[in-house]
């Protein structure tokens, strides 16, 4: 998709040729103009089905309607519009490619059961493009030709379907990260249309990583909506963004904070198209919530590479447990009974039990009930009558003298006893405190 320099003209940017959308400048085979059959015919279906009119919280219920209708006619669209060496593939008994190809072509229109859509629906899509590739369905032409059709002839008619899908019955993104995701829907018109935008090549150099077309528009116009409704339609990359300015309503740099970072490159649109790529790789390709949908088959097999490097830890991954081996697994109900632990079991737990009596230092002296103690009285004693003299010194017990006693405080400390006999007071014992409070 980057521009051309005609021969002979390498160093005049002005003469490059330019693949733009919706240009008479590439030519489509045959089997580009049979596929293009194909989404229109997927577009006049979104006419025979009327939207629901009942409330709803999120999509149209109108869309598995359409969905089912794909569905039940899809065997007869695949070979209808599919070129016939497609369809007659000579193949082996146990794999039948077309059975790949129609999963890959109802899988790229969105979720019936969900109502929505997202980039793996997308990657479903370039999967089935990929597989009529590779039954060779294209013809062969000088390199970049074909490419350049399937994108300009197939992904952007189809994109246009999509985005009609999208707003016809309101199908909500498939997996999005929200506003911290690149688009809601879509990534392959981001790849595509920053290498329209990137410096002219000829069929032999290497793709730039830096630089752009001359007359190109700056990166940072995609925050001017008159200048994206006027590129929308010759790019991709503006075409995308341009939906967004359809479904989306505020600052740019609010709803699409990533696009807006990007937006602020200053080495081109090569540069862009660079990150883009690697990007790709990273949010689409590699994502489990996006491959676990993806079926794979004898067209696209699940083969480990024995030459690819073990992907690094993540901190997820690193903090899950263990698996168990199976002779620890296997361990008999007697045997899973925890042991019992000396010090450690609490007295009420055994089968032994103890009765409170034998337990020995955690009972409060006063739940004894003998004579003299609080408990042999029904009623407590009240506050006042334990209060402590503050007229003079604590009575002197009968092997001390005055003398012992000159420089002791008045107040007696919380367990300290007092013994006053004269006044009547109930006796108290020295120490009320539990052995565990020490």
């Given amino acids: 998709m980057f521009p051309r320099h005609p021969e ?31 989404i229109r015919t997927l577009g006049e279906i979104i006419d025979e089905v009327p939207l629901d009119t009942g409330p709803r919280r999120f999509g149209n ?3 598995r309607k359409w969905h089912a209708q794909i569905e039940s006619r899809g065997d007869a669209l695949l ?12 193949h082996e008994p146990d794999s ?35 597989c009529i590739w590779k039954l060779g369905g294209f013809p062969s032409s000088s390199p970049g030709t074909v490419e350049r059709e399937i994108v300009l002839g197939l992904i952007e008619p189809y994109l246009a379907l999509i985005r009609r899908l999208i707003l016809t019955y309101t199908l909500e993104p498939a997996g999005s990260h929200g506003v911290w995701g690149l688009d809601d829907h879509s990534f392959l018109p981001y790849v595509f249309g920053s290498a329209q935008y990137g410096p002219p090549i000829t069929e032999s150099d290497q793709v730039p990583t830096e630089g752009s077309l001359v007359g190109a528009p700056d990166p940072a116009s995609v925050t001017k909506a008159t200048i994206v409704d006027k590129e929308r339609k010759t790019n991709m990359y503006f075409g995308a963004i341009g939906f967004i300015y359809d479904v989306k309503k505020g600052p ?3 709803h699409s904070p990533t696009l807006y970072d990007i937006s602020g490159v200053r080495a081109g649109w090569a540069k862009i198209n660079k990150g883009m790529i690697k ?8 994502k489990f919530p996006v491959v676990q949908h993806f079926p794979f088959g004898s067209l696209f097999s699940w083969d480990r590479d024995a030459n690819a490097t073990e992907p690094p830890t993540s901190v997820h991954s690193s903090s899950q447990p263990t698996q168990k081996s199976a002779a620890s697994v296997s361990i008999s109900s007697a045997s899973m009974r925890y042991p019992t632990q000396e010090g450690t079991q609490a007295p009420w737990t055994s089968s032994r039990m103890h009765h409170p009596e034998t337990i020995g230092g955690t009972r409060a002296p006063w739940a004894s009930g003998q004579p003299g103690s609080i408990a042999a009285n029904p009623r407590l004693v009240e506050p006042s009558s334990i209060a402590v003299r503050r007229a003079g010194p604590p009575p002197f017990r009968s092997s001390e003298t005055a003398a012992n006693h000159i420089n002791k405080p008045l107040m007696q400390s919380a367990g300290t006893a007092i013994n006053d006999t004269d006044s009547g007071i109930a006796s108290i014992p020295q120490s009320t405190k539990a052995p565990w409070a020490k």
Avoid at 9 to 38: K, Y
Avoid at 82 to 90: A, D, E, K, M
Avoid at 113 to 123: F, P
């Fill in 96 to 130: 039948d490619p077309l059975l790949e190809l129609r999963a890959y072509f109802l899988g790229s229109f969105g979720s019936a059961q969900r109502l929505d859509y997202g980039t793996g629906h997308e990657l479903s899509f370039l999967a089935f493009i990929a």
């Fill in 252 to 254: 740019f740099w609010e």
């Fill in 61 to 63: 219920v109108s869309f």
């Fill in 279 to 286: 990007m790709y790789n990273v949010e689409v390709l590699s």
């Fill in 79 to 90: 070979h209808q519009f599919l070129p016939s060496r497609v369809c007659s593939f000579n």
């Fill in 8 to 38: 002979g003209s390498q160093s005049d940017q002005r003469t490059a040729q330019v693949f733009e959308t919706n240009t008479s400048i590439v030519g489509f085979s045959e089997t580009i103009l049979q596929l293009q059959g194909l």
